[in-house]
């Protein structure tokens, strides 16, 4: 319906519902919203902002709250920096410091036809077409290795370095499809690739530390682990339908953590492949973050 709403939730007795006063801001953009995140995206200043993706557009906006005498008393606005036009309909995005930049954040949105097109902040900065595309999918940048990663409708993990991807040529003219030739998009070259024989649902990057990194992918029956040059780290077949997950950093030295939802309403902990910890839920989670050590932000 195009509406963000900003929450910040207090704790409450169980079994009460929500109040008033966790509802920070609520805003008609007019617009569905696809995708929202934050991060150093305006020029001139290291302060977080937020991103919102629309179909055919991005917008980038500052948040500010003005105290008041009173906690009910307190109020937020958001005020629109900048936005780009996209000229194709957009899927997805993620965000990074592409090329090893310093102090800022740039942005690659993902197109339904298989575009990737990337703004240095306030500025459009090129395009590129995925090789071989058909469908899009989910998308992931490893700052590591400073790549893109994704899985395409071939079933397989990709990878394309951004360098690769910033100097990529145009396509042979004998070779070029109808769509490349009316866009202004270019082919690049893969990194590696990796055949999961599924279809993904989701893709998560975490770093061990600044020497180690893995990609997490969760398919439709299985959720991967590999290495950042796409070799399996381990790999976990799933007896139920998942819905969300999201891995982290587990105490144990050397291990991940990773969260899963399912569409039987339960949620599990695992430890690399060992289930852990598991709950019934009120609903399907449709997404999982954790705020602070051990909390658990559910969305249904």
Not at 85 to 104: D, E, H, I, P
């Amino acid at each position: 319906m195009g509406y963000l709403r900003i929450f910040s939730p207090h704790p409450t007795k169980t079994g009460d519902g929500a109040q008033a006063e966790d509802l920070l801001l609520e805003v008609d953009l007019r617009d569905p919203v696809l995708q929202v995140e934050v991060g150093k995206f305006v020029s001139g200043t290291e302060m977080l902002h937020l991103a919102v993706l629309h179909s055919r557009k991005l917008c980038v906006y500052s948040v500010s709250g003005t105290l008041g005498n009173v906690e009910h008393g307190n109020q937020y606005q958001m005020k629109l920096i900048y936005e780009h036009n996209l000229q194709r309909t957009a899927c997805n995005m993620t965000y990074g410091s592409f090329g090893g930049v310093k102090g800022r954040d740039l942005i690659c949105i993902q197109s339904i036809d298989g575009m990737l097109m990337v703004f240095e902040q306030e500025s459009y900065a090129f395009g590129r077409f995925l090789p071989g595309f058909l469908l899009p999918g989910p998308l992931a940048y490893s700052s590591r290795t400073d790549s893109f990663i994704t899985v395409s409708s071939c079933r397989q993990v990709e990878s394309y370095k951004y360098q690769v991807l910033a100097f990529a040529t145009d396509a042979d003219k004998r070779q070029e499809t109808e769509q490349q030739k009316l866009g202004s998009g270019k082919r690049l070259v893969v990194d590696w690739t990796l055949n999961i024989g599924e279809q993904a649902l989701d893709i998560c990057i975490v770093s061990f530390n600044q020497s180690a990194s893995s990609v997490f992918v969760l398919g439709e029956r299985n959720f991967f682990c590999l290495k950042d040059n796409g070799q399996i780290r381990f790999m976990k077949k799933l007896d139920w339908s998942p819905s969300c997950f999201l891995p982290y950093c587990s105490v144990s030295e050397g291990t991940i953590n990773t969260l899963i939802g399912n569409h039987n309403n339960m949620l599990h902990i695992y430890q690399d492949v060992t289930l852990k910890w598991a709950t019934q839920l009120p609903h399907i989670p449709v997404a999982v973050r954790l705020f602070c050590i051990w909390k658990i932000i559910l969305k249904f």
